[in-house]
């Protein structure tokens, strides 16, 4: 049976970067996150789409000539590859589906 999903602007977990799990396919996992908070630093095992549903985060990333910023509203999207360090800092509250390695950081 197909689950409907109605709430993903207005969804709220207990806590900053809390998920509800959504979909896995082939080892890949699709979550809803909601988060007022910003994240680590990190680099993932694999790709990552990171699509901003509600709000606005300023993504951070390192490349060799520093850090960057780049301010993501709705609709907009993130794609990082494996070895890319970065970090989601939201501007109040933010819903952000993300699509990565089941198990990925």
Known sequence: MPEIIQDARTFRANRP??????????????????????????????????CVVDGAVDMHYRQDDGEHVVRLDAGDMFVAGIGDEHVAHPLGEARILVFERKGSV
Do not use: K
């Open 17 to 50: 970067w809390g998920a509800r799990d959504l979909v896995e396919i082939e080892g890949a996992t699709a979550r809803l996150h909601w988060t007022d908070q910003p994240y680590q630093w990190h680099i993932n095992d694999g790709a990552e789409l990171f």
